[in-house]
C-alpha cells in the first residue's frame, strides 16, 4: 500500500528558506510522478512543482519558478522541496502526490492524474 508523508515544514521569516521532504512507501517513485501542491486558506490547491519519471523531468509553476527546486533521491525513495526567498504569500499547507494511484483523482497537473496525497505540512512566512 502505497503511503506519502511529508516533513520539513514551519515557521520562517520573509526571504528566509525551508526544505520540504516527501518520504515514499509501497513503491519506487522513479517511474512516477510526485508533485508538490499547496493550499492556502480559502483557496483552491495549486500545483507547484513536479517531478516525473525515469527522464526526472521538472515542472514549476511560475508563481515558484526561480526559488524552488524539486529533486528526489532514489536510494532514499524521497521527493524534495527547496523553498528560497519565501514570501508571506507562500504561507499555505504543502501535500506531495502522486500518480502511482489514480483511480478516481480528480486532481490533475502537468498531464497527470494525483490520486494519492500525503497529510500535508504547514508552511507560514512572516512578513
Known amino acids: 500500500q502505497g503511503q506519502l508523508v511529508e516533513s520539513g515544514g514551519g515557521l520562517v521569516q520573509s526571504g528566509g528558506s525551508l526544505r520540504l521532504s516527501c518520504a515514499v512507501s509501497g513503491f519506487a517513485i522513479e517511474k512516477y510522478a510526485i508533485a508538490w501542491f499547496r493550499q492556502a486558506p480559502g483557496k483552491q490547491h495549486e500545483a507547484i512543482s513536479c517531478i516525473k519519471g525515469y527522464e526526472e523531468s521538472t515542472h514549476y509553476a511560475d508563481s515558484v519558478k526561480g526559488r524552488f527546486n524539486i529533486s528526489r533521491d532514489l536510494t532514499k525513495n524521497t521527493v524534495y522541496l527547496r523553498m528560497n526567498n519565501l514570501k508571506p504569500e507562500d504561507t499555505a499547507v504543502y501535500y506531495c502526490?502522486?500518480?502511482?494511484?489514480?483511480?478516481?483523482?480528480?486532481?490533475?497537473?502537468?498531464?497527470?492524474?494525483?490520486?494519492?496525497w500525503g497529510q500535508g505540512t504547514q508552511v507560514t512566512v512572516s512578513s
Open positions: 502526490a502522486t500518480d502511482w494511484f489514480s483511480e478516481g483523482a480528480r486532481v490533475t497537473a502537468w498531464g497527470r492524474f494525483f490520486g494519492l
